[in-house]
Structure formats: C-alpha cells, structure tokens
C-alpha cells in the first residue's frame, strides 16, 4: 500500500497547519514524529492515516496511490 504523501502535504499546507499541529492530532509525541512520516522516512499506521483522512477532509481513496498497486497486484497474476 502506497500512501499519497504529496495531497497530506498540499493539503495541511493548504489549511494552515504545521508540522507540530499535525503531531498534536495524531497524538503524537512531537513534531518530528509527524514529519518523519509525511516525507516517507517512516509509515503512517491504519489508524493515523484514518485520522489524516479525518483532519484534512482528504477522502480515504484519495490518500492511496491506487496506480502503483494495480501495477503490483497485475504484475503478479498468471495468464493461462
């Protein structure tokens, strides 16, 4: 599963939030936490991307790179 961490950033941006207020919502200790998932360097959790979907109105499906996973999901299928 690919995260769409490009919109979480446009869209925290977009709505004024900063790294620390971000931290503060997802409950976590600090902000380098937060930005440590939001550039990549470490994985959100189900329950943190529901609440990044929560907080920055972003819709669940728009938060996945769904044309990554389809690449995966039909390089592995067989053909018979």
């Known amino acids: 599963m690919i995260i769409n961490l490009n919109i979480i950033q446009e869209k925290r941006k977009k709505k ?20 440590k998932r939001e550039v990549g360097q ?6 943190e991307i529901m ?3 929560k907080v920055l ?8 790179l769904s044309d990554e996973y389809s690449k995966m999901e039909t390089g592995s299928k067989k053909v018979i």
Not at 21 to 35: H, Q
Request: charged share 20%; proline share 3%.
């Open 57 to 64: 109105q972003i819709p669940m499906n728009q938060l996945f």
């Open 42 to 47: 470490y994985k959100f959790k189900a329950e």
């Open 16 to 35: 004024g939030y900063t790294i620390d207020d971000m931290a503060k919502k997802l409950n976590l200790t600090n902000g380098s936490m937060y930005y």
């Open 51 to 53: 609440m990044v979907s």
